[in-house]
């Protein structure tokens, strides 16, 4: 395995782990709390990080690494979409008709409240915890996305045609 290689597989990895370990800090360490859309966010950069760490089993050929590598890299894109989708909901384009941001005053009858209290909003998805400047951690996961899955393409590239980067 080059060096090249290991970039191509560390660098979804170590993205992997980073965004969980914010994410995670967010919610425990600062007390915010994930909305449906958040939480859809983790999943596909769970499955980066398990494709980029089994890319590095011994048995695999060089085929199914690049192939784990690029999945990772599409499953970093698809975390950017379901991202720049959020911060459309947080600024308000569109509307999420996830169980996360119904408004409690739309309560019109006996059925809807006790649809309500069934499927408790613990946050609503277009009201994010925080922001910066008018950046959310929904915008930040845009570009921190976007750069990771664009990068980790390019470093497989130079791997293909046999270049260090």
Not at 66 to 88: E, K
Not at 118 to 137: F, K, L, N, S, Y
Request: with cysteine; charged share 15%; aromatic share 10%.
């Amino acid at each position: 395995m080059n060096f090249a290689y290991r970039r191509s597989s560390l660098l979804p990895l170590g993205a992997s782990v980073l965004a969980m370990a914010a994410a995670l800090s967010a919610q425990y360490g600062l007390g915010w709390k994930p909305c449906e859309l958040c939480l859809l966010q983790r999943i596909p950069i769970l499955l980066a990080g398990m494709a980029a760490v089994g890319s590095f089993y011994p048995s695999k050929t060089q085929a199914v690494r690049r192939l784990l590598v690029m999945l990772s890299a599409l499953l970093f894109f698809i975390t950017s979409a379901v991202a720049a989708y959020h911060v459309g909901v947080e600024q308000h384009w569109w509307e999420y008709h996830g169980g996360c941001s119904r408004d409690p005053d739309e309560v019109q009858g006996v059925i809807d409240f006790a649809a309500a209290l069934a499927h408790p909003v613990v946050i609503r998805c277009d009201q994010p915890p925080w922001e910066w400047h008018g950046i959310t951690m929904a915008g930040l996961n845009v570009l921190y996305s976007a750069v990771v899955s664009v990068v980790t393409l390019l470093l497989l590239k130079c791997e293909w045609s046999g270049k260090e980067a």
